[in-house]
């Protein structure tokens, strides 16, 4: 909210300075977001006199002026305003002066040939005001030589941003209680303008809703003169940020920013009947003064007489029946509103209004009368008229909420010793009584005062923050105990792993484009946003890759050779009770150039499958995994090459990751160039390392050598390398400790329908050498595992 | 006697001017070989007297000595000569580019929340987690946010239609606070807790994006009061910029959660167009900058995490993560941490051995 000095001074007698007040307001919680001080900005303009005037000799619109400045020769200046004369008091901009409305600089130049030495400005150009049909005419006493802003009366602007919490602060009134409490000078008494109501009120007055509208408030007040407001009501509302409209309209709104008092008034001449406070009924229309039609339903609460609704009830009042120029007669209200139904009319309605946020925070209910006569007052002293008396329907919430508070209290929780006597003085200013044994009644506008705790805060806000001192946490004896759980340790440990192997760490975001989340999706519904803020961030990812493949591809685009990006991160499913159930995972994209074109390597080459493999059972490693015991299968996905991909399995069941290469169709749907390979980590799915100790087993390495004996065999060219390794391991489990393939080929002399896999066993003898007879053995075992699968040795 | 000097004299020539290898051989062969004729002199030494021995022996062991010497010499030298000349045929051209090993990086959200764990671990705080698909009640009410509070719609909140089998609305959460009710329930009081994650607001402009990361920290015990918050965030911020003049201003404020409530803000300078934190921000040349929000526990959210609020009192702060990684090491566009763009990633990423560890110093200097 913003108000000037000025205003602020209306309720706080002070001399503090606009900066010592800044501070204040800061420091009691009124955070400044910013002054606004037109002396600054009027900086170097001043009053002028013209004492010449000539016709431009090259420009038929403009004048050369001759114009005292109060000091020194006369300075020459063109201007093209219709007005100048000779005679006439204006406001000159100096060379180096900014002119507020454009940011211009103003400089000594040449206009058509002619010197001119500065500007004589309108009052739209200093910010002032509308008008640019002339420059501003001053009146003929004005001191010349005066800088302008002193002249003008210079009135900064405070602009604060008020806690939902305060709505006792959202009108000028309530901050300089609060500053007054910190110190800053003494609040004033409201200046009540005197009345004499006569007469009952000759409209019917109802509430029809206690609970949606517990008190309606209303007067009126016959044969006003509406018409423009006087000079100081349209500064300060300015000042808030308001435009003037009338005096009617613009009292309401004085009421509202100055005593945080939302109130309406009604043209009586357009309502027929009682005037009701009720629920809506479903499907009633109303059009709103910001020309809007809402539907409403019978959650909302309205104003309306025997025809129509008049008055979305604390929100926003209708068209129909607002005060307008020719208004004569008027009927005021003042009611007070259950907050959480304003809140939730304000939200299914959409709709936003000064009224419904102080409304729904709660107004002072204790201020409807001493508010209603102010406003009458001032309609009557403003606008003259006649008021009737006051009407009250219903009543508003008159139970004060009393606090058992201990002031003990303010030191074990607020860290800071404020004696009890200033504890006293803070609550009392801030408009609690301290009774006895420190029974605390609070005043019923701070409806956010629920216990002790909140007095704290009033105390400690008031008395300075600035005031508590640090004190140092309890240490646990010695060096600090370790923290991490296995998981964080895992993601912490995989995360530099994979730094390691050479690959970026991206972070992309939780949500997808939905076809993009689809095409990734499992047979689960995804999660798709109600309210996303765009088409492409709308549904929760199922997996990682396609956010990875979105950022490669935006790389391609921008020309990168490759990427070699990872992320960790969660993957989104559904979990018991309807909530998520959000999966630890990594995931690896590789596009573009695994290594580009070189002198050695000859032509650039692509990622394949392998370097997707090798990366899988890298970091699976570094996550802990047994790797050596992973089976690899199938059924990587459809969003995979059907015949360039696989999974690697911890058994048939448990799926602890998946790569190769990216399938065509995916490329495309991503609209990617391909290959491009990548790997899925399920994080949530390696078994977690059992608690081992530091100590490893002791080291025994065998005491005799191993040997190496390879095979060739010719095997059908179906079969999986990996289904002859796992044979050929087999067939003698204590002897061969590895079985590696070092050659595969197929064609020329290797018959149709066959590849030739060539592995070597290593053999570990046990306590004594290998004869040959053992070899043999061996071997012919070896051979016969082969055969099994369709394996013949190679002569 | 002259005949054998003039031999030895020849194929000592011969040895000197051999060109190979196989030439040398070849004269060994010829003198010291099983046929040479050193060989056979020597031999007919076993069929002499010892008279004539003794006369006949010294000239042909000399011969033999001074052959096999010079065979030896000739050998290592040509040799030397051949490993030179092979050597030089294998010559290459260094100036020409190696293989270079792709560098990976690690992203800088992630290494300030492996800095956040280190610092907070050494004052004795775990990392807690928790869903970010949450419900309405952990968000929010438990909060001491209910259906109607005014804050709930300051939040800008990203709403899924689904509900819970128990009715609450599901969304995704706006902040990591809800953690600290999951981390209540869990595992009761005393606790310490930090709660770093990423958190959504339906807001999108150039300082905010939809989705970003928080850190919350929580302290519950007996006793705690504001000085306690206070010194943690100062001691925080002193390790995390690795500077002593860190000044903090706490100003009064309001989050449902916490009563009294309290913005922490930093004292910084511009230097070179960048905002640098130290010092105190009402001196020369400084000004204060806004890094999070914080206060003592409310007692409505302690009851809602299953504790006492006459037993146990507590604080707790939120942190903006990229907030305080762009302060630290020097970013300007948030927007970028979630690009993805290889370029960005090396020039800010960290090496994988920039592990912050305190002895070290938490954080990896450029």
Known sequence: ?795 | MTDITSRTEAALAAIAAASSLDALEAERLETLGKKGWVSLELKTLGGMSPEERTAAAPAIQSARARIAEALEAKKAALEAAALEEQLARETVDLTLPAVAAPKGSVHPVSQVMDELAEIFADLGFAVATGPEIEDDWHNFTALNMDETHPARAMHDTFYFPDKTTDGKDILLRTHTSPVQVRAMIQQGAPIRVIAPGRVYRSDSDATHTPMFHQVEGMVIDKGIHLGHLKWTLETFFKAFFEREDIVLRLRPSYFPFTEPSVEVDVGYSNEGGRRVVGGHGDAPGHAWMELGGSGMMNPRVLAAGGLDPAEWQGFAFGLGIDRIAMLKYGMNDLRAFFDGDPRWLQHYGFSPFDQPTLSAGVGARA
């Open chain 1, 1 to 795: 909210m913003k108000f000037s000095l000025t205003w602020l001074k209306d309720h706080l007698e002070t001399t503090a300075t606009v900066s010592e007040i800044c501070d204040a307001l800061n420091a009691i919680g009124l955070e400044v977001e910013g002054v606004e001080d037109p002396a600054e900005k009027l900086a170097g303009f001043r009053i002028a006199h013209v004492l010449t005037a000539a016709r431009h000799p090259d420009a038929d619109k403009l004048q050369v002026l001759t114009v005292d400045t109060g000091e020194g020769q006369p300075l020459q200046v063109v201007c093209g305003a219709p007005n100048a004369r000779a005679g006439m008091k204006g406001v000159l901009g100096l060379p180096g002066a900014v002119v507020p409305a454009n940011g211009m600089v103003l400089r000594k130049s040449a206009i058509r040939g002619v010197e001119s030495n500065g500007m004589m400005c309108s009052t739209r150009e200093l910010e002032l005001g509308e008008d640019h049909d002339g420059i501003i005419e001053l009146p003929d006493d004005a001191p010349v030589g005066t800088a302008f802003s002193d002249y003008h009366g210079s009135d900064p602007v405070i602009e604060v941003a008020v806690t939902p919490n305060r709505p006792d602060c959202m009108g000028v009134y309530g901050i300089a209680r609060d500053l007054a409490a910190k110190g800053l000078g003494t609040l004033k008494p409201i200046a009540m303008p005197a009345f004499t109501a006569s007469g009952a009120c000759p409209v019917e007055i109802r509430t029809d809703d206690a609970q949606g509208c517990p008190a309606f408030y209303g007067r009126v007040v016959k044969g006003v003169r509406n018409g423009p407001s006087p000079e100081w009501l349209q500064q300060r509302l300015k000042s808030a940020g308001q435009r003037p409209i009338s005096l009617l309209v613009d009292l309401t709104n004085y009421l509202m920013l100055g005593f945080g008092r939302p109130a309406h008034a009604y043209d009586l001449a357009k309502l027929q009947g009682a005037v009701v406070a009720r629920r809506a009924q479903d499907g009633e229309e109303v059009l709103a003064l910001n020309e809007k039609t809402y539907r409403l339903d019978p959650e909302m609460v309205v104003i309306a007489d025997d025809t129509q609704v008049h008055d979305i009830a604390g929100i926003m009042g209708g068209e129909h029946s607002g005060v307008s120029e020719g208004t004569t007669d008027v009927l005021l209200e003042i009611a007070y509103f259950d907050p959480a139904r304003i809140g939730a009319t304000g939200r299914k309605l959409g709709l936003s209004s000064d009224a419904r946020t102080r409304f729904e925070r709660g107004v002072d209910p204790e201020f409807l009368d001493a508010g209603l006569d102010l406003l009458t007052g001032l309609i009557v002293e403003l606008a003259g008229g006649q008021p009737s008396e006051a009407v009250r329907a219903g009543s508003p919430p008159s139970q004060a909420k009393v606090v058992a508070f201990d002031p003990g209290l303010t030191t074990r929780l607020g860290g800071v010793e404020v004696p009890e006597g200033e504890q006293k003085r803070i609550l009392e200013s801030l408009g609690f009584t301290v009774g006895e044994g420190w029974q605390v009644t609070c005043p019923l506008r701070r409806h956010d005062i629920e216990g002790p705790a909140d007095l704290v805060e009033e105390v400690v806000r008031i008395h300075g923050l600035d005031k508590v001192a640090s004190v140092a946490l309890p240490r646990v004896e010695g060096v600090a105990r370790p923290t991490a759980t296995p998981q964080q340790r895992l993601e912490r440990g995989l995360r530099r792993a994979a730094a390691a192997s050479g690959l970026n760490e991206a972070v992309t975001w939780s949500f997808l484009p939905t076809w993009a989340a689809e095409h990734f999706a499992s047979d689960q519904p995804l999660w798709v946003l109600a309210n996303p803020i765009s088409e492409d961030m709308k549904a929760m990812r199922p997996s990682l890759l396609p956010g990875l493949l979105m950022a490669a591809k935006r790389n391609a685009d921008r020309g990168a050779p490759g990427s070699r990006l990872f992320e960790i991160g969660r993957r989104y499913f559904r979990g018991a009770n309807g909530l998520s159930d959000e999966k630890p995972t990594l995931g690896i994209v590789l596009a573009g150039e695994k290594t580009p074109r070189g002198w050695q390597s000859g032509k650039a080459q692509a990622f394949d499958a392998y370097d997707a493999k090798a990366l899988a059972l890298q970091l699976l490693e570094a996550a802990g995994a047994p790797v050596a015991n992973l089976m690899v299968m199938g059924e990587a996905g459809p969003q995979f090459h059907p015949g360039q991909s696989a999974t690697l399995r911890l058994g048939p069941k448990v799926v602890l990751a998946r790569f190769g290469m990216v399938h065509p169709s995916t490329l495309k749907a991503f609209d990617a160039d391909g290959p491009i390979a990548a790997v899925e980590l399920f994080l949530d799915a390696i078994p977690p390392k059992k608690n081992a100790a530091f100590a490893r087993p002791g080291f025994t390495p065998p005491a005799l050598q191993a040997v190496t004996r390879d095979f060739a065999f010719l095997v059908p060219a179906t079969l999986a390398a990996g289904d002859l390794v796992r044979s050929v391991q087999g067939a003698d489990k204590v002897a061969i400790t590895g079985v590696r393939v070092f050659d595969v080929f197929a064609g020329q002399g290797v018959p149709e329908g066959k590849k030739s896999v060539a592995v070597e066993v290593t053999l570990q003898p046990g306590e004594a050498s290998f004869k040959d007879a053992d070899l043999k053995a061996i071997a012919e075992k070896v051979v016969a595992a082969a055969a099994k699968l369709g394996g013949e040795l190679r002569g």
